[in-house]
């Protein structure tokens, strides 16, 4: 068993192997990954959407070939819907947007909800940002019941067809840097840094000078050359570092 594949909900990838250890990211049903090693009972694994790295219980998961594990992922058929559920021998099962439902046949489990269309356009960005407004801050989370802010960029860029790396300053490399606030367009990626200058902070730009992103809740706030203006602190929150276009 070298390939396994999400066949619930949502998998915490931790850490260390031990429930109470940090949570890192999530799987979601339809994700495959590839295990490195095994140690009671749980997996160290890596994710093929974006070889991220944790530990999983080890019943948390689904044995499945590579050659099928890899075209899955390759080829990904995402659910559409906040919330939906596919129809498994067991009953219902929930599934949260973004799920890979291209393998509910695999796993036998019937799924009957919208899928993302295949034909986009760079504003969808913004309106696929929406859709998880509101949504709690969570670390390591991925789903509009709780999201981190690179978390919250890597979905919407999934949803739109571009996989994207997980975490904020592994998204900085990637795209086109741009040198100010007016070159930029909807959909592109706004960086911020700490005071030792590295990034702790992205979110997705809006228009007329605003920014989605992950801080308490996924909400909006304005964004100038300095960085986001919170208005209920009325106090600028992140520092600008950078602006990428990945599209």
């Given at each position: ?5 999400c066949?619930?909900s ?5 850490k260390e ?10 799987f979601?049903?339809g994700d ?7 140690k009671?009972n749980w997996?160290?694994v ?18 499945i070939s590579e050659?099928?594990a890899?075209?899955?992922n390759k080829?990904?058929t995402?659910?559409f ?13 929930p599934?949260?947007?973004?799920s890979?439902?291209g393998v ?24 696929f ?14 789903t509009?019941?709780?999201?981190d802010?690179?978390?919250l960029v ?7 067809g571009i996989?994207l790396p997980r975490d ?9 840097s ?20 590295e990034?702790?902070?992205?979110g997705?730009?809006?228009k ?6 992950a801080?308490?809740t996924v909400?909006?706030d304005?964004i ?7 208005s209920?602190?009325n106090?600028?929150s992140?520092?600008l570092r950078?602006?990428?276009?990945v599209?």
């Amino acid at each position: 068993m070298n390939y396994v594949c999400c066949h619930l909900s949502i998998i915490p990838l931790r850490k260390e192997k031990d429930h109470k250890s940090e949570l890192v990211s999530q799987f979601l049903y339809g994700d495959s990954f590839k295990i490195i090693k095994k140690k009671d009972n749980w997996l160290y694994v890596s994710g093929l959407l974006d070889h991220y790295e944790g530990w999983i219980e080890e019943k948390q998961q689904r044995e499945i070939s590579e050659k099928k594990a890899i075209t899955l992922n390759k080829n990904p058929t995402l659910t559409f819907d906040m919330v939906h559920y596919v129809v498994s021998q067991n009953g219902l099962k929930p599934v949260v947007i973004g799920s890979n439902v291209g393998v509910s046949d695999f796993f036998g489990d019937e799924f009957d909800g919208q899928v993302v269309p295949k034909k986009k356009n760079k504003t969808m960005l913004c309106d696929f940002a929406h859709l998880f407004r509101n949504a709690p801050y969570l670390w390591g989370g991925k789903t509009p019941f709780g999201i981190d802010c690179s978390g919250l960029v890597q979905m919407v860029y999934r949803l739109y067809g571009i996989n994207l790396p997980r975490d904020a300053h592994q998204q900085a490399e990637i795209g086109a840097s741009l040198s100010f606030i007016d070159e930029s367009e909807p959909g592109d990626l706004a960086f911020f840094d700490n005071e030792q200058g590295e990034i702790i902070h992205v979110g997705i730009l809006l228009k007329n000078h605003h920014i989605i992103h992950a801080h308490g809740t996924v909400r909006v706030d304005r964004i100038d050359q300095t960085g986001i203006f919170n208005s209920h602190s009325n106090m600028h929150s992140h520092k600008l570092r950078l602006i990428k276009r990945v599209v």
